[in-house]
């Protein structure tokens, strides 16, 4: 500690009021134990006179108080946990009851947070002056001083807020930030209320009391010995409590509160709640969240630089996919390197979640068979592992352990901002692929070969370790060694001697490898049991010297009790079915990522003209608007690969020809079972799709070489879509009773019945259309009454409202292949069609609480849905959907409105029973800024991949990947211009100082854009330095007092830090030791005049997207993408680009019904005006692939409908409100079809 705090604490421990009138209490602070003194009616008026907080209080309110403690030291740069304690009367207890817990921040962090949150106008009354009845300070004229005295009031509310603390994406060890946290989102939520009232109504001498006061054991009840000759700072040695143990007397014990299970719903409301709070606040950026943006295709325009020629050593080529979610997992695929020498591969990646991945590798040879053997393969494990152990981390031959991989962001609060972690392994002789896998705590796709490594280091590092380094009151300079102690390789040895037999416990009774949705939530509540016991055993005395270095015995023998609650306070929330109500993100990623390394090749494209446009004497020749093109590779869980050039404009029969390859940075993996397909687009200079052309599913092995070749012929298309664009009517579905049969009606009336029309007829809403472009199927789902049907799985028919699914062809015969509705559902259901179709059955969510997935056949055949199928393809932990669509790499997405969740569901290789299913894991949750969502009401899929939601409550548009992360491709509001020669180090991917400051003096910290969207930071804030130090700063050396300013916030600068000035009030600091930059602004907050902000720099990653034509520069550290193009008079034009496009600005309500999206990336959004009663509400409006409006000031048609499809021939498929009579007289929902004018009339 650097100084201390000498505060009086007042409590309120009426909720002991069970107790007798003269128990004793005790405080424990990090500076030792004191008692407690009873008030008086004297010495609380003494106390109001010198305290703002407690001059405010009535004298009933005062009365509350029942003691205090005087002068009590607590340091001035941490936070600082204290508890008070009382001699237990419970039978096995060994150690005193907790009659409050609490953790005091210094004033100074204090007045910090105030200042900023007066700033943004949200200072709360303090919550300890709301628990003793003041309702508003808002006339109070020292805010700060008032906030300083309430945080010296004490109550059960303290405690409450403590354990809510604990959580690991909730907790830090940052001052400042942990005051803002607990007054701006714990305290002030209204279910907060409802756990302060559950720890009073069970007391410890209760009959259900909120904690166990116990000692540690591991899962079979052994205890586990704590390291008996641990030495605290003084030298002396730890004396643990001791109690009688199956007849043994004298047994050294840990203590333990181990909360209980009847805290867990009251409890995981408020963690659910607060964390979708704290994921939406701007200032927590790059400590409490951080977004890992993505990306869906790699683009490449201009002339490409053609494959090297075909050799051996070509062929020795390998690139990385992933066949998971990569949620919380990014894979630098400029780092993939093969030394054909030595025969080693390498690839980096960054493990942006809070917890903790083992790595494995199995290889793969040319028949799929797994090569257990291999001739070559290093020793990964320290020497003096046993054998015993080392099979414990590696249990089975055919996985090799490769390392272990840890957070690259922060750990409550404490930046471990690392670099990619490299993994690299031999590729053995006869191996064709590596599969690797990274594994650790999640949900879904267990693999207990690889996952327990990542168990292991993720309760005990991630979690368990920076619990009791909060405990302790350490502070954040004090665990600047925690970043590093756990990289060595040599000190896993001892963590897993000590792990091993809790977690083959833990895993023998808690995993159910299939993937059910509660097995991270019981991982968590079994390891809060013994993780302790790891903590404090001799054989973690490396860990236990570091971590007594800074303590007295004392402080360590207090702390001990609550070591496990941040893993039971991590459990209530992780549950599949609790994330669907939360933004907490410990669980949304899968338990094992799997990466598939291959052997590459290159793809040699070869497009030509459609064969209609040439004769058997003339070569056929490109369209007459035929401008340029666009060649799309995908191929399952990867990204798209795209190429784009211009058409020859002279020689009009000439082919265009790409090649895909490592030199150009996109070759393609190559292996037995992988498969590709490429989608070539030939547009106008208008974007007007003249042709297409999709080839089949291709198996990825090279024909010559290491390169395969194709050749396709476009067909050609017609109808570009310009500003002045306006749909019109084509055709409607009718039925003709005489034919029985339905047709395709022309030149008749145009729908118009309004959503106010349904309440007067039998259809009662349109819920969903969607399409299959592949089989020409037109799916919907709607819902009406006097149908005649059964419902869910009734055998008798009936006229109630029911929901139906109705099937048709799009092409000239609507009935041929038809499937008609049989029966009804009683809960609202979903269907969605790609290659294959599906709908979401909802009768099984009452019994299992799962909705399951079920097919659909898209070929003719049946007529009707299969209702009876007990196959399931995937399960939503939802009772429905609000819309649902197919992705074409495996996966159907769905958006839960009510929850303000994008659902993501892998599909499996084939159906399965509905027990076993894969469960859709829940995404986003509620907020403004980027990865966040509120309302959102629909969704669609482009042809490169991305997940383009439609929000109601943030007006806009938002694209994800099939891993919910943010996909920056929407252009954004900050715009600026860059010197022309900086192209030349763009050229070569090289990112100078000069570019850094370039960047400083153009990119605000802080987005202030009229039009801008949360996030507001633009740069992830660190910490704020007094305004004395931009003297230092100017002067450009770094002093001690600098220095130790970057210290005491776990930022330790390196040998060789400088300061560069890059404009008056803005500073770039470089510590090239460390590998970071750090971005230093005067009064950057905008808080303090005086003060001095620092950030985190930029770390840009240049793509050449066209040599001196284009690039994009990825910040990864910011979650910032710039597009820079080359521009007029020598200059670069620079964009931000972002996930999120902004709609249209409206001046009267409006209600946004549905998207959709064409292969070139143009979006249609459908809306109503007001309440949607007349039908020149209706508007459809078009967007550039950009995010622009194609025309800011007129609509692209007035169609009254409330779904919509659009197929990639620009056809508009539309579900209206107005009804038709089917066969049998049943009301069923009128279907139309729109296109674009004729761009010749």
Same mark, same amino acid.
């Given at each position: !500690?650097?100084?201390?705090?000498?505060?009086?604490?007042?409590?309120?421990?009426?909720?002991?009021?069970?107790?007798?009138?003269?128990?004793?209490?005790?405080?424990? =602070?990090?500076?030792?134990?004191?008692?407690?003194?009873?008030?008086?009616?004297?010495?609380?008026?003494?106390?109001?006179?010198?305290?703002?907080?407690?001059?405010?209080?009535?004298?009933?309110?005062?009365?509350?108080?029942?003691?205090?403690?005087?002068?009590?030291?607590?340091?001035?740069?941490?936070?600082?946990?204290?508890?008070?304690?009382?001699?237990?009367?419970?039978?096995?207890?060994?150690?005193?009851?907790?009659?409050?817990?609490?953790?005091?921040?210094?004033?100074?962090?204090?007045?910090?947070?105030?200042?900023?949150?007066?700033?943004?106008?949200?200072?709360?009354?303090?919550?300890?002056?709301?628990?003793?009845?003041?309702?508003?300070?808002?006339?109070?004229?020292?805010?700060?001083?008032?906030?300083?005295?309430?945080?010296?009031?004490?109550?059960?509310?303290? =405690?409450?807020?403590?354990?809510?603390?604990?959580?690991?994406?909730?907790?830090?060890?940052?001052?400042?930030?942990?005051?803002?946290?607990?007054?701006?989102?714990?305290?002030?939520?209204?279910?907060?209320?409802?756990?302060?009232? &559950?720890?009073?109504?069970?007391?410890?001498?209760?009959?259900?009391?909120?904690?166990?006061?116990?000692?540690?054991?591991?899962?079979?009840?052994?205890?586990?010995?704590?390291?008996?000759?641990?030495?605290?700072?003084?030298?002396?040695?730890?004396?643990?409590?001791?109690?009688?143990?199956?007849?043994?007397?004298?047994?050294?014990?840990?203590?333990?509160?181990?909360?209980?299970?009847?805290?867990?719903?009251?409890?995981?409301?408020?963690?659910?709640?607060?964390?979708?709070?704290?994921?939406?606040?701007?200032?927590?950026?790059?400590?409490?969240?951080?977004?890992?943006?993505?990306?869906?295709?790699?683009?490449?325009?201009?002339?490409? #630089?053609?494959?090297?020629?075909?050799?051996?050593?070509?062929?020795?080529?390998?690139?990385?996919?992933?066949?998971?979610?990569?949620? %919380? $997992?990014?894979?630098?695929?400029?780092?993939?390197?093969?030394?054909?020498?030595?025969?080693?591969?390498?690839?980096?990646?960054?493990?942006?979640?809070?917890?903790?991945?083992?790595?494995?590798?199995?290889?793969?040879?040319?028949?799929?068979?797994?090569?257990?053997?291999?001739?070559?393969?290093?020793?990964?494990?320290?020497?003096?592992?046993?054998?015993?152990?080392?099979?414990?981390?590696?249990?089975?031959?055919?996985?090799?352990?490769?390392?272990?991989?840890?957070?690259?962001?922060?750990?409550?609060?404490?930046?471990?901002?690392?670099?990619?972690?490299?993994?690299?392994?031999?590729?053995?002789?006869?191996?064709?692929?590596?599969?690797?896998? $990274?594994?650790?705590?999640?949900?879904?796709?267990?693999?207990?070969?690889?996952?327990?490594?990542?168990?292991?280091?993720?309760?005990?590092?991630?979690?368990?370790?920076?619990?009791?380094?909060? $405990?302790?009151?350490?502070?954040?300079?004090?665990?600047?060694?925690?970043?590093?102690?756990?990289?060595?390789?040599?000190?896993?040895?001892?963590?897993?001697?000590?792990?091993?037999?809790?977690?083959?416990?833990?895993?023998?009774?808690?995993?159910?490898?299939?993937?059910?949705?509660?097995?991270?939530?019981?991982?968590?509540?079994?390891?809060?049991?013994?993780?302790?016991?790891?903590?404090?055993?001799?054989?973690?005395?490396?860990?236990?010297?570091?971590?007594?270095?800074?303590?007295?015995?004392?402080?360590?023998?207090?702390?001990?009790?609550?070591?496990?609650?941040?893993?039971?306070?991590?459990?209530?929330?992780?549950?599949?079915?609790?994330?669907?109500?939360?933004?907490?993100?410990?669980?949304?990623?899968?338990?094992?990522?799997?990466?598939?390394?291959?052997?590459?090749?290159?793809?040699?494209?070869?497009?030509?003209?459609?064969?209609?446009?040439?004769?058997?004497?003339?070569?056929?020749?490109?369209?007459?608007?035929?401008?340029?093109?666009?060649?799309?590779?995908? &191929?399952?869980?990867?990204?798209? $690969?795209?190429?784009?050039?211009?058409?020859?404009?002279?020689?009009?029969?000439?082919?265009?020809?790409?090649?895909?390859?490592?030199?150009?940075?996109?070759?393609?993996?190559?292996?037995?079972?992988?498969?590709?397909?490429?989608?070539?687009? #030939?547009?106008?200079?208008?974007?007007?799709?003249?042709?297409?052309?999709?080839?089949?599913?291709?198996?990825?092995?090279?024909?010559?070489?290491?390169?395969?070749?194709?050749?396709?012929?476009?067909?050609?298309?017609?109808?570009?879509?310009?500003?002045?664009?306006? *749909?019109?009517?084509?055709?409607?579905?009718?039925?003709?009773?005489?034919?029985?049969?339905?047709?395709?009606?022309?030149? @008749?009336?145009?729908?118009?019945? =309004?959503?106010?029309?349904?309440?007067?007829?039998?259809?009662?809403?349109?819920?969903?259309?969607?399409?299959?472009?592949?089989?020409?199927?037109?799916?919907?789902?709607?819902?009406?009454?006097?149908?005649?049907?059964?419902?869910?799985?009734?055998?008798?028919?009936?006229?109630?409202?029911?929901?139906?699914?109705?099937?048709?062809? =799009?092409?000239?015969?609507?009935?041929?292949? !038809?499937?008609?509705?049989?029966?009804?559902?009683?809960?609202?259901?979903?269907?969605?069609?790609?290659?294959?179709?599906?709908?979401?059955?909802?009768?099984?969510?009452?019994?299992?609480?799962?909705?399951?997935?079920?097919?659909?056949?898209?070929?003719?055949?049946?007529?009707?849905?299969?209702?009876?199928?007990?196959?399931?393809?995937?399960?939503?932990?939802?009772?429905?959907?609000?819309?649902?669509?197919?992705?074409?790499?495996?996966?159907?997405?769905?958006?839960?409105?009510?929850?303000?969740?994008?659902?993501?569901?892998?599909?499996?290789?084939?159906?399965?029973?509905?027990?076993?299913?894969?469960?859709?894991?829940?995404?986003?949750?509620?907020?403004?800024?980027?990865?966040?969502?509120?309302?959102?009401?629909?969704?669609?899929?482009?042809?490169?991949?991305?997940?383009?939601?439609?929000?109601? %409550?943030?007006?806009?548009?938002?694209?994800?990947?099939?891993?919910?992360?943010?996909?920056?491709?929407?252009?954004?509001?900050?715009?600026?211009?860059?010197?022309?020669?900086?192209?030349?180090?763009?050229?070569?991917?090289?990112?100078?100082?000069?570019?850094?400051?370039? +960047?400083?003096?153009?990119?605000? #910290?802080?987005?202030?854009?009229?039009?801008? &969207?949360?996030?507001?930071?633009?740069?992830?804030?660190?910490?704020?330095?007094?305004?004395?130090?931009?003297?230092?700063?100017?002067?450009?050396?770094?002093?001690?007092?600098?220095?130790?300013?970057?210290?005491?916030?776990?930022?330790? +600068?390196?040998?060789?830090?400088?300061?560069?000035?890059?404009?008056?009030?803005?500073?770039?600091?470089?510590?090239?030791?460390?590998?970071?930059?750090?971005?230093?602004?005067?009064?950057?907050?905008?808080?303090?005049?005086?003060?001095?902000?620092?950030? @985190?720099?930029?770390?840009?990653?240049?793509?050449?997207?066209?040599?001196?034509?284009?690039?994009?520069?990825?910040?990864?550290?910011?979650?910032?993408?710039?597009?820079?193009?080359?521009?007029?008079?020598?200059?670069?034009?620079?964009?931000?680009?972002?996930?999120?496009?902004?709609?249209?600005?409206?001046?009267?309500?409006?209600?946004?019904?549905?998207?959709?999206?064409?292969?070139?990336?143009?979006? *249609?959004?459908?809306? *109503?005006?007001?309440?949607?009663?007349?039908?020149?509400?209706?508007?459809?409006?078009?967007?550039?692939?950009?995010?622009?409006?194609?025309?800011?000031?007129?609509?692209?048609?007035?169609?009254?409908?409330?779904?919509?499809?659009?197929?990639?021939?620009?056809?508009? &498929?539309?579900?209206?409100?107005?009804?038709?009579?089917?066969?049998?007289?049943?009301?069923?929902?009128?279907?139309?079809?729109?296109?674009?004018?004729?761009?010749?009339?």
């Amino acid at each position: !500690m650097s100084g201390l705090d000498v505060v009086t604490l007042h409590f309120d421990l009426g909720h002991l009021g069970h107790l007798a009138p003269d128990q004793q209490f005790t405080l424990k =602070t990090p500076g030792g134990h004191r008692r407690l003194t009873r008030h008086t009616p004297q010495t609380r008026r003494e106390h109001a006179a010198r305290n703002a907080a407690l001059g405010m209080l009535s004298e009933a309110q005062l009365a509350r108080l029942s003691h205090f403690a005087d002068t009590v030291s607590l340091a001035d740069d941490a936070v600082s946990f204290c508890w008070v304690g009382y001699p237990s009367a419970r039978r096995g207890a060994v150690c005193d009851e907790s009659a409050v817990v609490f953790q005091h921040a210094p004033a100074g962090a204090v007045r910090r947070a105030v200042r900023a949150m007066r700033r943004d106008g949200v200072l709360p009354t303090p919550s300890s002056l709301l628990h003793l009845g003041v309702q508003s300070v808002a006339d109070h004229a020292d805010a700060e001083e008032l906030h300083v005295a309430a945080a010296t009031v004490i109550s059960l509310r303290d =405690t409450a807020q403590t354990m809510i603390m604990q959580h690991p994406e909730i907790g830090t060890l940052i001052p400042d930030t942990h005051v803002r946290i607990a007054k701006q989102l714990i305290t002030v939520q209204p279910c907060f209320t409802d756990l302060v009232s &559950y720890l009073s109504g069970h007391p410890p001498e209760g009959s259900d009391p909120w904690y166990e006061n116990t000692y540690v054991t591991d899962l079979e009840g052994n205890v586990m010995p704590p390291d008996t000759h641990l030495p605290d700072k003084t030298s002396t040695p730890v004396h643990w409590p001791t109690t009688d143990v199956d007849g043994e007397d004298d047994v050294a014990v840990i203590p333990q509160h181990r909360l209980s299970e009847g805290l867990d719903e009251v409890l995981g409301t408020v963690v659910r709640v607060v964390g979708t709070a704290l994921k939406q606040q701007p200032w927590l950026k790059g400590q409490q969240w951080s977004t890992q943006h993505a990306v869906t295709e790699i683009a490449r325009s201009g002339e490409p #630089v053609l494959a090297a020629p075909n050799s051996e050593a070509a062929q020795a080529r390998w690139t990385v996919a992933n066949t998971t979610s990569t949620f %919380g $997992l990014e894979i630098c695929a400029d780092t993939i390197n093969f030394d054909p020498i030595a025969n080693w591969l390498t690839f980096s990646v960054k493990n942006w979640a809070g917890r903790t991945l083992g790595a494995y590798v199995q290889f793969v040879d040319i028949n799929g068979a797994v090569i257990t053997q291999p001739e070559t393969w290093p020793g990964q494990f320290p020497d003096d592992m046993s054998i015993e152990h080392r099979q414990w981390v590696q249990p089975n031959a055919g996985k090799k352990f490769v390392k272990h991989i840890g957070p690259s962001n922060t750990i409550f609060g404490i930046p471990v901002w690392a670099d990619a972690e490299a993994l690299a392994f031999p590729i053995p002789k006869g191996a064709v692929g590596a599969n690797v896998m $990274l594994g650790g705590l999640g949900n879904g796709n267990w693999d207990m070969d690889v996952d327990r490594v990542g168990l292991v280091y993720t309760c005990v590092v991630s979690y368990g370790i920076p619990s009791l380094l909060s $405990l302790l009151s350490v502070g954040v300079k004090s665990t600047t060694w925690y970043t590093d102690v756990f990289k060595n390789p040599s000190n896993m040895m001892p963590l897993i001697t000590v792990s091993a037999i809790p977690f083959t416990q833990l895993l023998a009774h808690n995993v159910d490898a299939r993937g059910a949705e509660q097995t991270a939530k019981r991982i968590l509540v079994a390891a809060c049991r013994f993780v302790a016991g790891i903590v404090f055993s001799s054989a973690m005395k490396f860990l236990g010297t570091k971590i007594a270095a800074y303590l007295t015995e004392q402080q360590i023998l207090q702390s001990a009790p609550f070591v496990g609650w941040a893993l039971k306070v991590a459990s209530v929330a992780c549950a599949i079915a609790d994330m669907v109500a939360t933004s907490i993100e410990v669980g949304c990623s899968p338990a094992t990522y799997q990466l598939e390394a291959r052997r590459s090749m290159s793809l040699d494209v070869t497009l030509t003209p459609a064969r209609s446009a040439g004769t058997d004497t003339q070569q056929p020749i490109w369209p007459k608007l035929a401008d340029h093109y666009v060649i799309q590779v995908s &191929y399952p869980g990867g990204l798209t $690969l795209t190429r784009s050039g211009r058409i020859p404009e002279f020689i009009r029969d000439k082919p265009v020809r790409q090649v895909f390859s490592l030199a150009t940075g996109d070759a393609l993996p190559s292996a037995q079972g992988q498969q590709f397909q490429v989608t070539a687009n #030939v547009y106008s200079a208008k974007n007007w799709l003249c042709g297409q052309w999709v080839s089949d599913w291709i198996d990825a092995v090279p024909t010559d070489g290491d390169m395969r070749r194709l050749t396709g012929a476009i067909t050609e298309m017609t109808i570009p879509l310009v500003p002045d664009t306006r *749909y019109q009517f084509y055709a409607k579905l009718g039925y003709s009773a005489e034919a029985k049969t339905y047709v395709w009606l022309r030149n @008749r009336e145009v729908p118009t019945t =309004t959503a106010a029309g349904l309440a007067r007829q039998d259809v009662r809403e349109p819920v969903a259309i969607t399409l299959s472009d592949e089989a020409k199927k037109l799916g919907y789902c709607y819902r009406a009454r006097n149908q005649n049907l059964p419902v869910d799985n009734s055998s008798t028919p009936g006229p109630d409202e029911m929901f139906l699914f109705k099937s048709i062809s =799009t092409l000239d015969k609507p009935g041929r292949g !038809m499937l008609s509705p049989t029966r009804g559902f009683s809960v609202r259901p979903a269907i969605a069609y790609g290659e294959h179709g599906y709908y979401l059955d909802t009768r099984t969510f009452a019994a299992t609480k799962l909705s399951h997935l079920r097919p659909v056949t898209l070929t003719d055949g049946e007529s009707t849905f299969d209702y009876a199928a007990t196959v399931s393809w995937g399960a939503f932990g939802v009772d429905h959907l609000n819309a649902m669509a197919v992705h074409p790499d495996g996966y159907v997405a769905g958006i839960a409105t009510q929850y303000d969740k994008l659902m993501i569901l892998t599909l499996p290789e084939a159906g399965c029973t509905d027990k076993s299913a894969p469960v859709a894991l829940p995404f986003c949750g509620t907020g403004e800024r980027e990865g966040l969502l509120i309302k959102p009401v629909a969704l669609t899929i482009s042809s490169d991949g991305r997940i383009l939601v439609l929000e109601q %409550g943030n007006a806009r548009i938002q694209a994800f990947d099939i891993h919910a992360n943010p996909v920056q491709c929407f252009s954004g509001a900050l715009a600026f211009d860059l010197p022309g020669e900086f192209a030349a180090q763009l050229d070569d991917a090289a990112a100078s100082t000069a570019l850094l400051k370039a +960047l400083q003096t153009r990119v605000p #910290v802080l987005n202030t854009a009229p039009s801008r &969207y949360n996030p507001r930071y633009l740069a992830a804030p660190v910490f704020g330095m007094p305004g004395a130090v931009a003297a230092v700063l100017d002067a450009g050396t770094v002093t001690a007092d600098l220095a130790a300013q970057f210290d005491r916030h776990a930022m330790t +600068l390196g040998e060789g830090a400088a300061i560069v000035t890059t404009a008056r009030g803005i500073w770039l600091l470089t510590d090239p030791a460390n590998g970071v930059n750090y971005d230093i602004r005067l009064n950057g907050e905008g808080v303090d005049p005086s003060e001095v902000d620092v950030y @985190r720099c930029f770390t840009p990653a240049i793509d050449v997207v066209a040599k001196g034509a284009e690039w994009a520069v990825i910040d990864r550290t910011n979650a910032l993408r710039f597009s820079i193009k080359a521009g007029d008079a020598g200059t670069l034009k620079c964009r931000i680009l972002t996930s999120v496009m902004r709609l249209k600005p409206v001046t009267t309500p409006v209600t946004y019904l549905d998207v959709a999206v064409e292969s070139k990336g143009f979006l *249609y959004v459908q809306s *109503y005006a007001n309440n949607g009663s007349n039908p020149a509400d209706y508007h459809l409006d078009i967007y550039n692939p950009d995010g622009t409006p194609l025309n800011d000031t007129a609509h692209q048609g007035q169609i009254v409908a409330a779904r919509m499809a659009v197929d990639q021939a620009r056809t508009l &498929y539309a579900l209206h409100y107005d009804q038709l009579q089917g066969p049998a007289g049943r009301a069923e929902p009128v279907v139309s079809q729109w296109s674009p004018p004729d761009p010749g009339a």
